[in-house]
Nanobody, 123 residues
């Protein structure tokens, strides 16, 4: 089970931090990622990170502004959001894929364990 937290409202240009806690230690061996879905749009990959945490991938829309990280000791995945834009407004989801390495271009079908999401609203 994955549980996200940290959503809320923030002004454009501001920063925010999302967290995701996994209930099972096995997630330490999985690729994990953050996805988002804005109203009327498809869910899209934001960032992914390999199980060891050494390799990360970002969508072009967030590269240089968002940072994904993980702390396997406490089964936690985080997403630091900086320089937020109105178009970053979305429901953000944490997800895990049962593979050590993340695919270079993550697809929703690669991930089989999802959290319920946390809303981020930028105005």
């Amino acid at each position: 089970q994955l549980v996200e937290s940290g959503g809320g409202s923030v002004q454009a240009g501001g920063s925010h931090r999302l967290s995701c806690v996994a209930s099972r230690d096995s997630v330490r061996y999985y690729c994990m990622g953050w996805f988002r879905q804005a109203p009327g749009k498809e869910r899209e990959a934001v960032a992914t990170i390999n199980a060891a945490g050494g390799t990360t991938y970002y969508s072009d829309s967030v590269k240089g502004r968002f940072t994904i990280s993980r702390h396997n000791a406490n089964n936690t995945l985080t997403l630091q959001l900086n320089s937020l834009k109105v178009e970053d407004t979305a429901m953000y989801y944490c997800a895990a894929a049962r593979q050590f390495l993340c695919p270079p271009k993550a697809a929703l079908s690669d991930f089989d364990n999802w959290g319920q999401g946390t809303q981020v609203t930028v105005s």
